[in-house]
């Protein structure tokens, strides 16, 4: 699985101002919502009560957030650069300043689980994070996130 199989360049954002992890809940909803179509309210209730069974912040700056939706037609991903971190609870209580949501339909199952996976491992990159912290804008940023060659490393 590709991430421009899941990401669009509309789905990316280079510098996005919020100060508490609810405003970049509340935020990506809403730009989620205007990709798929899905009120953005049934979006962040559906990002809220993911995160109260354990956060998405994995570490390292970096985070998560995702979740399943009826009537979704098929996975949607959003990549959101925050123009200064934030706290998001994070498992390494580090601020969170790269943020990947992803959305899946609800009976996406194993094909949510891979998303998940291929997210994880392009962002448990260091060098690629490093990139993503210093690109230009929302181009540098997609072609990035979907460059063939960073990203086939093993986990």
Same mark, same amino acid.
Request: hydrophobic content about 40%; some cysteine.
């Given at each position: 699985m590709d991430l421009s199989d899941l990401l669009s360049p509309?789905?990316?954002?280079?510098?996005?101002?919020?100060?508490?992890?609810k405003q970049l809940l509340?935020?990506?909803a809403t730009r989620a919502s205007a990709l798929?179509? /899905?009120?953005?309210?049934?979006?962040?209730?559906? *990002? &809220?009560?993911?995160?109260?069974?354990?956060?998405?912040?994995?570490?390292?700056g970096i985070?998560?957030?995702?979740?399943?939706l009826a009537g979704l037609p098929k996975i949607h991903g959003l990549f959101v650069r925050l123009s200064e971190p934030i706290d998001?609870?994070?498992?390494d209580d580090q601020p969170v300043d790269l943020v990947f949501l992803l959305l899946a339909p609800?009976?996406?199952g194993a094909d949510? /689980?891979?998303?998940?996976?291929?997210?994880?491992? *392009? &962002?448990?990159?260091?060098?690629t994070c490093e990139k993503l912290r210093t690109a230009?804008?929302?181009a540098a940023l997609y072609a990035l996130l979907t460059e063939k060659n960073s990203t086939t490393q093993a986990a």
């Open positions: 509309q789905a990316v954002v280079a510098q996005l101002k919020v100060s508490t992890k509340q935020e990506l798929c179509g /899905l009120p953005d309210r049934l979006i962040f209730e559906t *990002l &809220l009560e993911r995160e109260r069974l354990g956060t998405t912040g994995v570490g390292k985070a998560i957030p995702h979740g399943k998001f609870d994070s498992i609800e009976g996406a949510h /689980l891979k998303a998940l996976a291929r997210v994880s491992r *392009l &962002l448990r990159n260091q060098t230009e804008d929302r």
